[in-house]
């Protein structure tokens, strides 16, 4: 947490680097055994493919399991890749049937197939069960195991029900509610239960119940979690039948994922799917070349506009001076109104029906924005330059202004309805639009005022 | 959560319009009976100021409370100003003591301790030891109000305990253990309590504490308790001395503030204190035009720039041709080293120390990357204008390539080492300083090898 804590995990970490380069196996186990299952995967995170499988196998068989959990699917498959045949088998059959189906996705087919028909038969029809959902819907991060209580149930009853599950349900804090035909009815905290006179039954504690759907986007089932700010969601099935729960720990994980790969789409790169200093070099190349081409290519619209212009351009060089901070400035607008929006979309401030409401919004601000920074560089270029270009640059300041934040603001709605997402759709394409739109004002402007 | 939600909640929301400005009071008060909290929070974040008030005095008292509590601190302010005082008064007695200290922080001084006075004693005192924590940490944001075990206890004497706690604790589910002393020795969860056989005491079922120091920064601490995927974290003070517990559905909320101001930041812009839609558009201008302005005078560094180079550009106006693509390339490579290490910074993946190893990556990635685009430009040109510019387009692109992945890369681990924000730091500056670099790089390398 804080810096005496980051100082004394850099030193242990770099301990346990030298003990693995120098081969001291019982320094080492000495050193594994101080840290905690948090510790060992912030380790394992940064350490390269060898240390990474030597540091796993000095853990403790509980404590290894806890740590595999926790990492990341991509660096569960470096390690199975790793580690002994027999050691995978029992680490698997030991995993959440959620984890499993996680690395199974992660795993050559052929290794998933082998291990899934070593898995007891129950765990097996469990895993099936998920395996059976969409990709990125939330069925495939749910966990099928939880308790269950009927309405008619009285809360000492369901106390008993829940002491039974105690070693196999995911929580058993949050108890979903189902009618005779499985169809959820309710939810019940488990301080509810305890807090209930005798003879209350689950009926009379039980709150209406938010859920999700099986084929719920995971992303969007995972926000409803954090947004009520609950512990726990039951996930029920087309017919509202419960058929698992998700809980406010694999909506946090869901949400990271999801919230990582939101930020590299906004500015143009293809999500990681490992620790960033556990990336080959390779891979972060191949994550950033393709959109920095898309990117290029449209960007040479710009080389075309300029083009067209190009003897105005001769006779004024001085207009090419302003090109950058003219476009630059038209790019920033329209982002800043871009990821206004989107963050609006995300928290469900804003819905994709309010369109126009955010349309003329964005046009008074982008409006206002333009008429000050106009104002500002007319005074500021005239000035050190001449009053005409002063001219030119004001009143491009303010007609890109005004298009970039009504076009960045409008522009994450309209990718939603398309059901685009709007952090791809929004940022990047928003600079390449405003840029070569920009430049086309400009020099529509400078012709015009100069005569040219 | 899906479609036919959403159409839903659009209907509901625009037949509450309706019978507000109609003034159908009764009509009003059974469309709201229908919502759950979740749903007027969502109406009233996208309501004017005066919808907000009506809608909130038709709510049944206990469904009032729970939706102020969730609503942002601004807009509890705003409906404070609305409500009578002795309303006011009611609900602030029924607030947690977090939760009143960040309605407190939002209210103007005067109202703030008429309030205060108002409170119980007990109450009052609760509030004023939060009140002593430091702005922005978590000694702010953490409940006072939690369940603390004794060791020695057995098991069942440590669920009779949480039993009498059961109505006023924030959280029952974990439970801090602390020592004669009230030093944190270690959390138990009422699973453990529940699971253990009889006779055990709180010693044998108890865990190591993770905890957070009540001066930490609230960001930090909340994201370490997403990190451990724990559903509350025990806080201590400077002796260790357990004072408080933060709720993962606090921290949550803490964490979506935080992304809230960092995804602002990272486009320049002052993070908005209130729903989009209720933010009125003067405040939507000045969160963005500070930012704007101080972007806009940095780029003028390109137009010096330009001008040093204004012979050379008028002999060979097809030079400015290229500049948007060039400085735009440029800007997007630093964007994507500079996003990708500042979410690792944030996960914990890469940490300020690791300022070689990424400086070295990022340099191959910069590099790998300008030979890819270099060479692509080369060919491109080559064969549309000439070799010559064809030669200064890609190596230009080679050595932008380089140095913004480079400079991206590292931006933000300086930022972190001097304290500053990284998500503030890094993006905005990238672009301008890349933007400057790039064209001096360009004009150098046309100068050789254009021989002008």
């Given at each position: 947490?804080?810096?005496?804590?980051?100082?004394?995990?850099?030193?242990?970490?770099?301990?346990?680097?030298?003990?693995?380069?120098?081969?001291?196996?019982?320094?080492?186990?000495?050193?594994?055994?101080?840290?905690?299952?948090?510790?060992?995967?912030?380790?394992?995170?940064?350490?390269?493919?060898?240390?990474?499988?030597?540091?796993?196998?000095?853990?403790?068989?509980?404590?290894?399991?806890?740590?595999?959990?926790?990492?990341?699917?991509?660096?569960?498959?470096?390690l199975?890749?790793?580690l002994?045949?027999?050691?995978?088998?029992?680490?698997?059959?030991?995993?959440?049937?959620?984890?499993?189906?996680?690395?199974?996705?992660?795993?050559?087919?052929?290794?998933?197939?082998?291990?899934?028909?070593?898995?007891?038969?129950?765990?097996?029809e469990?895993?099936?069960?998920?395996?059976?959902?969409?990709?990125?819907?939330?069925?495939?991060?749910?966990?099928?195991?939880?308790?269950?209580?009927?309405?008619?149930?009285?809360?000492?009853?369901?106390?008993?029900?829940?002491?039974?599950?105690?070693?196999?349900a995911?929580?058993?804090?949050?108890?979903?509610?189902?009618?005779?035909?499985?169809?959820?009815?309710?939810?019940?905290g488990?301080?509810?239960?305890l807090?209930?006179?005798?003879?209350?039954?689950?009926?009379?504690?039980?709150?209406?119940?938010?859920?999700?759907?099986?084929?719920?986007?995971?992303?969007?089932?995972?926000?409803?979690?954090?947004?009520?700010?609950?512990?726990?969601?039951?996930?029920?099935?087309?017919?509202?039948?419960?058929?698992?729960?998700?809980?406010?720990?694999?909506?946090?994980?869901?949400?990271?994922?999801?919230?990582?790969?939101?930020?590299?789409?906004?500015?143009?790169?293809?999500?990681?799917?490992?620790?960033?200093?556990?990336a080959?070099?390779?891979?972060?190349?191949?994550?950033?070349?393709?959109?920095?081409?898309?990117?290029?290519?449209?960007?040479?619209?710009?080389?075309?506009?300029?083009?067209?212009?190009?003897?105005?351009?001769?006779?004024?060089?001085?207009?090419?001076?302003?090109?950058?901070?003219?476009?630059?400035?038209?790019?920033?607008?329209?982002?800043?109104?871009?990821?206004?929006?989107?963050?609006g979309?995300a928290?469900?401030?804003?819905?994709?029906?309010?369109?126009?409401?955010?349309?003329?919004?964005?046009?008074?601000?982008?409006?206002?924005?333009?008429?000050?920074?106009?104002?500002?560089?007319?005074?500021a270029?005239?000035?050190?330059?001449?009053?005409?270009?002063?001219?030119?640059?004001?009143?491009?300041?303010?007609?890109?202004?005004?298009m970039?934040?009504?076009?960045?603001?409008?522009?994450?709605?309209?990718?939603?309805?398309?059901?685009?997402?709007?952090a791809?759709?929004?940022?990047?394409?928003?600079?390449?639009?405003?840029?070569?739109?920009?430049?086309?004002?400009?020099?529509?402007?400078?012709?015009?005022?100069?005569?040219?």
């Amino acid at each position: 947490m804080n810096e005496a804590d980051a100082q004394l995990r850099e030193a242990v970490s770099r301990a346990v680097d030298r003990a693995i380069d120098d081969g001291e196996v019982s320094a080492l186990t000495e050193l594994v055994k101080t840290l905690s299952s948090a510790d060992v995967v912030n380790l394992i995170e940064r350490s390269d493919s060898e240390h990474q499988a030597v540091l796993y196998r000095m853990l403790p068989k509980g404590q290894a399991l806890e740590v595999f959990e926790r990492l990341d699917a991509s660096l569960q498959r470096d390690l199975v890749g790793a580690l002994q045949d027999d050691t995978v088998a029992a680490l698997f059959a030991d995993l959440d049937p959620d984890d499993r189906v996680e690395l199974l996705d992660e795993l050559p087919a052929t290794v998933a197939r082998r291990l899934l028909k070593g898995l007891p038969p129950e765990e097996r029809e469990k895993t099936a069960g998920i395996l059976g959902y969409p990709l990125r819907s939330i069925g495939r991060r749910m966990s099928p195991e939880f308790v269950a209580l009927r309405p008619e149930l009285t809360t000492a009853e369901a106390l008993v029900r829940v002491t039974r599950h105690l070693d196999d349900a995911e929580t058993v804090y949050t108890l979903p509610v189902a009618d005779e035909h499985r169809k959820l009815i309710g939810t019940a905290g488990l301080r509810d239960l305890l807090n209930a006179p005798p003879g209350t039954t689950v009926a009379e504690v039980m709150h209406q119940a938010h859920w999700v759907r099986a084929s719920d986007d995971a992303e969007a089932a995972a926000r409803h979690c954090a947004d009520l700010k609950v512990l726990a969601l039951p996930v029920v099935d087309n017919e509202n039948r419960l058929i698992g729960i998700l809980t406010v720990d694999d909506a946090l994980q869901i949400l990271e994922d999801a919230e990582s790969e939101d930020q590299a789409r906004i500015s143009g790169v293809e999500p990681l799917r490992r620790p960033y200093l556990t990336a080959p070099v390779g891979s972060l190349v191949r994550s950033r070349v393709v959109w920095l081409l898309v990117l290029a290519i449209g960007a040479t619209l710009t080389v075309q506009v300029l083009e067209v212009f190009e003897h105005t351009l001769s006779q004024v060089v001085a207009l090419a001076l302003f090109v950058p901070l003219l476009i630059g400035t038209g790019g920033n607008t329209g982002n800043q109104a871009a990821t206004t929006v989107t963050r609006g979309l995300a928290l469900g401030d804003v819905e994709p029906s309010d369109l126009f409401k955010v349309l003329f919004r964005e046009f008074r601000v982008g409006l206002s924005l333009g008429l000050l920074l106009g104002a500002v560089a007319f005074a500021a270029t005239s000035m050190i330059y001449d009053r005409q270009l002063g001219t030119v640059i004001g009143l491009t300041l303010l007609s890109v202004c005004t298009m970039a934040a009504t076009v960045g603001g409008v522009m994450p709605l309209l990718a939603r309805t398309i059901r685009a997402d709007p952090a791809v759709f929004s940022n990047p394409f928003i600079t390449t639009f405003v840029d070569a739109t920009g430049l086309l004002i400009y020099f529509l402007i400078a012709k015009a005022v100069l005569g040219i």
